[in-house]
């Protein structure tokens, strides 16, 4: 068997490699923070993959030239957080 820090295509060989991965990471052994990020960068894409967006709109939507109603909202929301952040004294 062959060991891919990448999965293959197709939702058997993703479980399989799943697996594979998951018992690696319960290895008392640190995994190597390169490794790490191409671990969690599979993860995220077979994730995103799954919910079957429509990135086009997607981006239409987040990036488009017009304001959308919550806009104002999550600007305050935001604030609020880094606020929050700088008070805490994080970075």
Do not use: E, T
Request: hydrophobic share 50%.
């Amino acid at each position: 068997m062959k060991f891919s820090l990448q999965p293959l295509p197709g939702k058997a060989a993703f479980q399989q490699w799943r697996a594979a991965i998951s018992a690696l990471v319960c290895r008392p052994v640190c995994l190597p923070p390169h490794i790490r990020r191409k671990v969690w960068l599979s993860l995220a894409s077979q994730y995103i993959s799954s919910l079957q967006l429509d990135w086009n709109k997607v981006l239409q939507f987040a990036f488009n030239d017009k304001c959308n109603p919550d806009d104002d909202a999550l600007g305050v929301q935001i604030v609020k957080v880094n606020v929050i952040i700088v008070m805490a004294g994080l970075p």
